[in-house]
């Protein structure tokens, strides 16, 4: 591939407006040590979803552990999704890179969303505001990167193993595309990909030179409302021409026969022609947007997950996991539903295996919405405790390596668990730029 030098990239992008992005497809070769969860099969149908959840939100049971029957070492060369971004004018001859992890339910897109012409994009605030270069990626096994047996495969564990390969790559300057070696790297994770963000730098401490946790805290106990919530069934089912392996041209061909289009401005039914507009306000009225996604031009290739893909059900368990009422955008709301990605049974039984004590000595920026589901209960400062300002504060003590003026905890107003698709996203945005800029870490 051909590769350009961060500066030759600044300077092609001086003369526009915005960051310049290139989009590349990086194969990594990793090895985990990942958990064999032989006592369970992987879920086939969507009532298999749903007892898998109910065995695994169970008071005082570790399905985990009742699954696991013993430990493997998995390896292999796995294609990672990657888009590279480097901001519209230079930052410098010492370039900052922020690699960036999403969460459950989103791909890579949650940090530069295109809904509302990119003015919920992160990446846009990170680069062009900032001056930061950044990667954001498909997590392994989701989007487009590469996918694999959803059980004893893609799991947490060898996850993580892909952005360390990622990261050591572009410390390096072996990244394909990317002529440069950062000498300064931090981490930026949502949800999930903050856990994976957490175990990459306790595994490896020196890995980054500061970290970001979004969404995220180290009480567990409001996960199995995040795991009931999502109502789990088998995405290629939930989707299936997005997730599954029907073609949309198939589903255009059967269409057409009753003289119906989905793309067209309106749509004729028994003889009356009903707006584009409309039809959709009906399929998102009876949960039917989840059926057709995937069919409204550009049409995309469908991602074919197989069965142990879970996805949450419908466009009202989307807003209860990742929305606050009243402080959000519908659209946004409807944008995340049509580009949602499952999670694997694997990674759901990986979720809670991260250290409780972590050896990192850098920066750490813990920033959560006020209103977070699955990390705060809803409810961010509701501790019970009165000398501790918000549940994700506590965090502190899980890194007794980090200096007191090292650790900070955010809570950001008026916010649910996908704090980008908020009202006041940018302001979040804001604090975690400034927070890494007032720890050295700013590009020059």
């Avoid at 298999?48 to 939100?57: G, L």
């Avoid at 940090?111 to 509302?116: E, Q, T, V």
């Avoid at 060898?158 to 410390?171: C, D, F, P, S």
Wanted: charged residues 10%; negative net charge.
């Amino acid at each position: 591939m051909y590769a350009l030098s961060v500066a030759a990239l600044a300077l092609l992008a001086s003369s526009a407006t915005a960051k310049t992005c290139m989009n590349m497809t990086v194969p990594v070769d990793i090895s985990a040590r990942t958990g064999v969860f032989n006592n369970i099969a992987v879920p086939q149908t969507n009532l298999d979803a749903t007892t898998f959840v109910q065995n695994s939100t169970r008071q005082g049971k570790n399905f985990t552990e009742i699954a696991l029957s013993g430990y493997a070492t998995t390896s292999g060369t796995y294609n990672i999704s990657t888009q590279f971004c480097t901001p519209s004018m230079s930052n410098g001859s010492n370039p900052t890179l922020q690699i960036l992890t999403h969460g459950i339910g989103f791909d890579k897109t949650y940090w530069d969303s295109n809904y509302n012409n990119f003015n919920y994009s992160y990446v846009d605030v990170a680069t062009d505001k900032y001056g930061y270069c950044t990667l954001n990626y498909d997590r392994l096994g989701i989007g487009n990167s590469s996918h694999g047996e959803p059980l004893n495969e893609i799991q947490s564990f060898l996850e993580v193993e892909a952005l360390a390969e990622l990261t050591n790559m572009l410390r390096n300057g072996t990244f394909p595309g990317v002529d440069h070696a950062f000498t300064k790297i931090t981490h930026v994770g949502h949800s999930f990909g903050s856990a994976q963000t957490y175990s990459l730098v306790s595994m490896y401490p020196d890995i980054s030179d500061g970290i970001v946790l979004t969404g995220f805290s180290m009480n567990g106990s409001f996960t199995g409302f995040f795991a009931a919530g999502n109502d789990f069934v088998q995405a290629n089912l939930n989707q299936p021409y997005r997730f599954g392996n029907i073609s949309a041209a198939t589903v255009d061909s059967v269409l057409s026969m009753y003289g119906l289009n989905v793309s067209a401005p309106s749509i004729n039914v028994a003889g009356y022609n009903i707006s584009a507009a409309t039809v959709q306000t009906v399929l998102n009225m009876y949960s039917l947007t989840d059926y057709v996604a995937g069919l409204a031009p550009p049409l995309m290739p469908a991602l074919n997950y197989v069965n142990g893909y879970l996805t949450n059900t419908n466009i009202g368990a989307n807003q209860y996991l990742f929305f606050f009422p009243g402080h959000f955008d519908p659209g946004a709301l409807l944008a995340g539903e049509n580009t949602k990605q499952p999670v694997t049974v694997g990674e759901v039984l990986t979720l809670s295996s991260i250290p409780k004590m972590n050896a990192f000595a850098g920066p750490v920026l813990v920033i959560t919405g006020s209103n977070d589901l699955p990390y705060c209960g809803g409810d961010c400062l509701a501790t019970g405790n009165p000398d501790l300002p918000s549940i994700p504060a506590a965090a502190v003590a899980n890194f007794p390596n980090v200096g007191s003026g090292n650790f900070t905890a955010h809570i950001q107003p008026n916010t649910g668990h996908g704090i980008n698709f908020h009202y006041n996203q940018t302001g979040a945005y804001d604090v975690i730029n400034t927070y890494l800029n007032s720890k050295g870490l700013a590009p020059s």
